[in-house]
């Protein structure tokens, strides 16, 4: 089978927050996309997805200034962008977010031909620029509540949320005064020990701490190995077993609370002391605190072998590769073998990075 159909749509005569977005298709004038997703490992927050796009600006419509252009006078910061890939009789989306900058390029020298690139984020960034303004505060609730309600306050679209109702009931908050909508998400997501991500078609999606240990996060989709015959191929694996990782002094602490310690003295011993600090958090009891420390003292305390990241080049099986890297979110289950090393172990996906280019000139 032939690669994916590739997609770029934005709604230029749309505002960025509408429900149902006009989208102008602009694939012919896609020349390349990259965009990552995620983050780097499982004690880091979510980060803001981000994609570059290049456009080809032979047409001139992607001008600002050119009143005579497709799109004008829609050429502007924050239209809402979406790209997809089609495979066989699948569509996927693959990022959906907002155009940050239109900033003009030429190449071909010494052509001059002009191109433009887009910087986008996705929905993560709005609410890093949103402030929650709630005389009467929000009560004491579920995490997943909480977010609802966050959410509902600074306008998300009520269709665009993928929300878990959350393991730990948070502390009431008393009036809020130009807080910062995705600090306090943040402090929501560390008091549960969970995710919060916007997904590829847009969702705002919570993964309490439970999610992974429910289906499907609990099976594996495919393993990435070296034997030929049975595995799906990578083209590159990047492995570290390092001293980075290792906690063995975690303090944990709920606002209002008593700091709750949980140490191991064989990893003490063998490590030094390697502390970890979370405070602020907004669990209604220092038993969940202690939970929470303990927990992570167990996952922490020792060192082990990480797949950082593994590359996958699916048009050396198509069939077989492109359904994983553009089917395949954050969370997904997969196993990576190498046989060599003796690794044959299961990782929940925590990141995810595409990268396209087109091989036609696109006019150029």
Not at 215 to 222: E, W
Not at 348 to 364: A, K, N, Q, S
Request: net charge negative; proline share 5%; charged share 20%.
């Amino acid at each position: 089978m032939a690669e994916p159909t590739y997609t770029c749509r934005i709604a230029f005569a749309s505002n960025p927050f509408d429900n149902v977005p006009v989208w102008n298709d602009v694939s012919s004038d896609l020349m390349n996309f990259h965009i990552r997703r995620g983050r780097q490992w499982e004690l880091n927050r979510m980060e803001a997805g981000i994609a570059t796009v290049r456009l080809s600006n032979l047409s001139l419509n992607y001008w600002p200034n050119n009143t005579t252009g497709s799109y004008s006078p829609n050429v502007l910061p924050w239209k809402r962008i979406n790209i997809q890939a089609t495979y066989g009789a699948t569509t996927y989306d693959l990022f959906t977010g907002y155009v940050e900058s239109w900033l003009p390029q030429f190449i071909l020298e010494p052509i001059k031909a002009p191109v433009m690139d887009l910087s986008c984020s996705d929905g993560i960034k709005n609410l890093s620029l949103m402030l929650i303004n709630n005389t009467t505060g929000y009560s004491q609730e579920l995490s997943g509540t909480r977010i609802d309600n966050v959410l509902t306050a600074i306008g998300w679209a009520s269709t665009a949320r993928n929300l878990n109702a959350g393991q730990s009931t948070l502390q009431s908050t008393g009036p809020l005064a130009n807080e910062n909508a995705m600090t306090h998400l943040f402090t929501v997501e560390d008091s549960e020990y969970s995710i919060l991500f916007v997904s590829p078609s847009s969702s705002m999606t919570f993964q309490d701490r439970h999610a992974r240990l429910k289906s499907p996060y609990t099976t594996s989709q495919a393993t990435f190995g070296d034997t030929l015959s049975t595995d799906k191929g990578y083209s590159g694996i990047d492995l570290a077993y390092e001293d980075l990782r290792i906690y063995n002094d975690i303090r944990v602490t709920r606002s209002g609370g008593t700091e709750q310690v949980a140490t191991d003295t064989t990893s003490k011993d063998a490590y030094g002391t390697r502390s970890l600090e979370r405070s602020n958090l907004l669990m209604i009891s220092d038993t969940e605190s202690l939970a929470q420390a303990q927990y992570l003292r167990s996952k922490y305390k020792d060192p082990v072998i990480r797949c950082k990241q593994i590359e996958i080049k699916p048009n050396y099986d198509p069939a077989n590769l492109y359904p994983c890297v553009l089917g395949y979110d954050i969370s997904t289950r997969i196993t990576v073998k190498l046989s060599q090393a003796s690794i044959n172990t299961e990782y929940h996906i925590e990141g995810i990075y595409h990268d396209w280019e087109r091989t036609d000139p696109v006019g150029l």
